[in-house]
């Protein structure tokens, strides 16, 4: 007699929400969320299938108004987990494990502190999702669906003598399907990632702004007799974006930084197997539309990601496919001004790998591109500017964009082709303008 299991969870959580505070005094806030959804299922003769998703984990959302005479120290930190497992003896195996948002502080419309200001917004995600099955198909999805952002804020307004602003999103998502007899899938993607978005900021001291984002995503599809498919996306991750403007009257620093990884693996005897990891994907470590800064500027972004796509069958074909079209930047930047020395540091890193192998089908790989034409072709800028960049002391100016593209393909028995490709440009665009010694290095280097 067959027995079918099946076991969903859905669940939402926020630490605090519609919050106005007004006050002559220091403001002392700390908003933490915390989601974490398991769901196992475990059939015997039929099929098994398992479903978490958290919709909404948000410390600190929709602050129409925060109000504060002294010093503020905010903090909003929401963390989440999402885990789904099912397996099944003779059936089909199902699992999904999805988060919809997260969010350290969003929807943050308007901040004026006196005094100092800390504000922190940190989002931290897991998401992890296992298909096993012995006579059936094993399908495995592991993604955040919508955002995950560390801290959305329209306007902040700090008179003091310092502010620091930082916001953070970390995410690890992971798939693993397996299958003896039928096939096995693995998707882990993430649809947006964000470490600050800042609309508008206007600081009286010195300003210290950070926007970073770390993500590593594992696609693990193994099968005996069927097809086995892994594919992974992170489609956008941006470290410190800025809409509007950003005005500070003393020092100012600013850091945006993206690092992820994707790995995706599939191992098949009898059939297909195929991996592919980061079409498409673009990663930015920053986005600046109008910058002022009243002494020393120190800006420092970067984005790096590295891709990895391992496919291998025994009795049919390979395909490997990494970062075809990926796009990876450090920063864009608009209008910049500085009244002192200037410091810029843009560095654009990837590593692109592809290996297929197949002893009696045909095998092929790609790395960064899929042909001898250079179509789906990946690129790397360190910094491109749309405005003028201008300090009146000093200006020193560095931008790297590196990589390696390498593609591998072998068969004993049929047809292996491999392709790889990859551009690289340190600088786009750049109008310097300074007032003593101008430095301007650049470099673009390419492995592969």
């Given at each position: 007699?067959?027995?079918?299991?099946s076991?969903?969870?859905?669940?939402?959580?926020i630490?605090?929400?519609?919050l106005s505070v007004?006050?002559?005094?220091?403001?002392?806030?700390?908003?933490?969320?915390?989601?974490k959804?398991?769901?196992l299922s475990?059939?015997?003769?039929?099929?098994?299938?398992?479903?978490?998703?958290?919709?909404?984990?948000?410390?600190?959302?929709?602050?129409?108004s925060?109000?504060?005479g002294?010093?503020?120290?905010?903090?909003?930190i929401?963390?989440?987990?999402?885990?789904?497992?099912?397996?099944?003896v003779?059936?089909s195996?199902?699992t999904?494990?999805?988060?919809?948002?997260s969010?350290?502080i969003?929807?943050?419309?308007?901040?004026?502190?006196?005094?100092t200001l800390?504000?922190?917004?940190?989002?931290?995600?897991?998401?992890e999702?296992?298909?096993?099955?012995?006579?059936?198909?094993?399908?495995?999805?592991?993604?955040?669906?919508?955002?995950?952002?560390?801290i959305?804020a329209d306007?902040?307004?700090?008179?003091?003598?310092?502010?620091?602003i930082?916001?953070?999103?970390?995410?690890a998502?992971?798939?693993?399907?397996?299958?003896?007899?039928?096939?096995?899938a693995?998707?882990?993607?993430?649809?947006?990632l964000?470490g600050a978005?800042l609309?508008?900021?206007d600081?009286?001291?010195?300003?210290?702004?950070?926007?970073?984002?770390?993500?590593?995503?594992?696609?693990?599809?193994?099968?005996?007799?069927g097809?086995?498919?892994?594919?992974?996306?992170?489609d956008?991750?941006?470290?410190?974006?800025?809409?509007?403007?950003i005005?500070?009257?003393?020092?100012?620093?600013?850091?945006?930084?993206?690092?992820?990884?994707l790995?995706a693996?599939?191992?098949?005897?009898?059939?297909v197997a195929?991996?592919?990891?980061?079409?498409?994907?673009?990663?930015?470590?920053?986005?600046?539309?109008?910058?002022i800064i009243?002494?020393g500027?120190?800006?420092?972004?970067?984005?790096?990601?590295?891709?990895?796509?391992?496919?291998?069958?025994?009795?049919?074909?390979?395909?490997?496919?990494?970062?075809l079209s990926?796009?990876?930047q450090?920063?864009?930047?608009?209008?910049?001004?500085?009244?002192?020395?200037?410091i810029?540091?843009?560095q654009?890193?990837?590593?692109l790998?592809?290996?297929?192998?197949?002893?009696?089908?045909?095998?092929?790989?790609?790395?960064g591109?899929n042909s001898?034409?250079?179509?789906?072709?990946?690129?790397?800028i360190g910094?491109?500017?749309?405005?003028?960049?201008?300090?009146?002391?000093t200006?020193?100016?560095?931008?790297?964009?590196?990589?390696?593209?390498?593609?591998?393909?072998s068969?004993?028995s049929?047809?292996?082709s491999?392709f790889?490709?990859l551009t690289?440009?340190?600088i786009?665009?750049?109008?310097l303008?300074?007032g003593?010694?101008a430095?301007?290095t650049t470099?673009?280097k390419?492995?592969?």
């Amino acid at each position: 007699m067959s027995v079918t299991s099946s076991a969903s969870k859905t669940i939402s959580s926020i630490g605090i929400q519609d919050l106005s505070v007004n006050t002559n005094a220091d403001v002392s806030l700390s908003a933490l969320s915390t989601a974490k959804s398991t769901v196992l299922s475990t059939a015997v003769g039929g099929a098994s299938d398992s479903t978490s998703h958290v919709t909404t984990n948000t410390a600190l959302l929709d602050a129409s108004s925060i109000v504060g005479g002294g010093d503020a120290v905010i903090q909003g930190i929401a963390t989440t987990t999402s885990l789904a497992d099912s397996s099944s003896v003779d059936g089909s195996s199902l699992t999904n494990s999805w988060v919809d948002s997260s969010s350290g502080i969003a929807d943050l419309a308007s901040l004026t502190v006196g005094g100092t200001l800390s504000l922190t917004g940190k989002a931290l995600n897991t998401i992890e999702a296992t298909a096993s099955s012995v006579g059936g198909f094993a399908t495995s999805e592991a993604s955040l669906t919508v955002l995950q952002q560390g801290i959305d804020a329209d306007s902040i307004v700090g008179n003091g003598s310092a502010s620091a602003i930082t916001g953070l999103a970390t995410l690890a998502n992971e798939a693993s399907a397996t299958s003896v007899d039928g096939a096995a899938a693995a998707i882990a993607s993430a649809d947006e990632l964000v470490g600050a978005t800042l609309a508008s900021v206007d600081l009286s001291g010195t300003g210290s702004l950070i926007g970073e984002v770390d993500f590593g995503s594992v696609g693990l599809a193994s099968s005996t007799g069927g097809n086995a498919t892994a594919t992974l996306d992170a489609d956008l991750a941006q470290g410190l974006i800025s809409s509007s403007s950003i005005a500070i009257d003393s020092d100012g620093s600013l850091k945006g930084l993206v690092v992820g990884s994707l790995d995706a693996t599939a191992t098949s005897v009898g059939g297909v197997a195929a991996a592919q990891a980061g079409a498409d994907d673009i990663t930015l470590g920053g986005d600046l539309t109008s910058l002022i800064i009243g002494g020393g500027s120190d800006l420092s972004f970067g984005a790096q990601v590295d891709t990895t796509a391992l496919a291998t069958s025994v009795s049919l074909g390979a395909s490997a496919q990494a970062g075809l079209s990926s796009a990876v930047q450090a920063l864009e930047s608009g209008f910049i001004d500085g009244a002192a020395d200037g410091i810029v540091t843009a560095q654009a890193i990837t590593n692109l790998a592809a290996d297929a192998s197949s002893r009696d089908g045909t095998a092929f790989a790609a790395a960064g591109s899929n042909s001898l034409a250079g179509a789906q072709l990946a690129s790397l800028i360190g910094l491109r500017t749309t405005d003028d960049t201008g300090f009146d002391g000093t200006g020193s100016i560095t931008a790297l964009a590196q990589g390696t593209s390498n593609a591998s393909a072998s068969s004993v028995s049929d047809a292996a082709s491999a392709f790889a490709g990859l551009t690289a440009m340190g600088i786009d665009s750049l109008d310097l303008t300074t007032g003593s010694t101008a430095d301007i290095t650049t470099a673009a280097k390419l492995v592969g």
